[in-house]
């Protein structure tokens, strides 16, 4: 007999209820575990294990999920529904499934999951629906809002591996919402706005100006959005940054850096929040002379992110060492 046949009467076995309803017959659980086991076996001559794994686990859940709630055809016929209109609103502008992992969670789980923690690296969260590759390069001190409303921001710091050492020509990628809770590409305009990409210097620092983050809500016109309202949560995310940051031989790193004391820190709708990227703003009065000499009119904000990324291949055994 192959392994892969083994991994399917163990799938097969895992797969039984333990505990079945109470008030369903034997019979009603018999009839019920024959669907379970037909669809287990079907698989059983896939040759990919990783697949094989993926596909049985999948099924084996999901069957436990439609049992434990015995879904009614209506319910199912609902989700159905649902999972079409996901579908349909998204586009090459909006990933609407991308927001429905986020708000499950599923999207933090397998960043948790991808990204081991390493001695003091640098803490993941969740990418978000809104990156676009190739965003235009700015010098160091240079401005990546290109117009996008709010508050100016001077945001600065350094990128190092584990053991301090700098990280020359490390590779910033930063987007960010605009005043209105708007991304650029959430316009029809076409602008490209609030978001850049720059390198960090011989050192290992970087610095840009951005804008102050504020409050936004998720877009919340389709079926996420109600699916959320339907269970009475806030669409809202708290104030944010993203950053993403590759440098050879080192683990990419997707995260952002949160507005301390922001309100929603501890109601993020896609549970985006960790203590670790929870950075002050520091209010500047108006007239207060900025790093580069800029002169802005009214009152900005400087924040200070130091960024640690892991190695490109951790040991499990020793990344919490």
């Known amino acids: 007999m192959s392994e892969n046949k083994i991994d399917i009467r163990l799938a097969d076995a895992e797969s039984r209820h333990e505990t079945p309803h109470p008030a369903l017959s034997a019979a009603q659980v018999a009839a019920e575990d024959d669907v379970l086991d037909r669809v287990v076996h079907s698989f059983g001559q896939c040759t990919d294990p990783r697949l094989a794994q993926v596909m049985l686990a999948l099924v084996r859940h999901l069957h436990s999920f439609l049992r434990e709630v015995r879904l009614t055809e209506d319910e199912w016929a609902r989700a159905i529904e649902f999972l079409t209109a996901v579908g349909h609103i998204t586009d090459d502008r909006r990933q609407e499934f991308i927001l429905l992992s986020d708000t499950l969670g599923a999207s933090m789980q397998t960043i948790a999951i991808n990204n081991e923690a390493y001695r003091d690296a640098t803490e993941a969260t969740v990418f978000g629906p809104f990156f676009v590759e190739d965003a235009p390069r700015i010098e160091r001190g240079g401005d990546m809002s290109f117009g996008a409303s709010g508050q100016p921001c001077w945001v600065e710091g350094t990128v190092t591996d584990t053991d301090g050492t700098p990280l020359p020509g490390a590779r910033i990628e930063v987007w960010e919402a605009d005043d209105d809770g708007l991304y650029d590409v959430q316009y029809t305009d076409g602008r490209v706005a609030a978001r850049a990409h720059l390198f960090t210097d011989d050192d290992g620092s970087y610095r840009f100006w951005g804008l102050t983050p504020t409050p936004y809500p998720i877009p919340y016109d389709g079926p996420v959005g109600a699916m959320l309202q339907a269970v009475g949560r806030s669409p809202y995310r708290a104030s944010h940054l993203h950053f993403m940051v590759t440098a050879p031989g080192c683990r990419r790193l997707v995260t952002h850096i949160f507005v301390r004391g922001d309100e929603l820190l501890d109601r ?41 990324l892991a190695p490109a291949a951790t040991d499990s055994a020793t990344a919490d060492a």
């Open 268 to 308: 993020d709708s896609v549970f985006g929040v960790k203590e670790s990227l929870i950075k002050d703003f520091a209010e500047q009065p108006a007239g207060t002379a900025t790093p580069d000499g800029r002169a802005i009119d009214g009152p900005w904000t400087r924040a200070r992110f130091d960024i640690v």
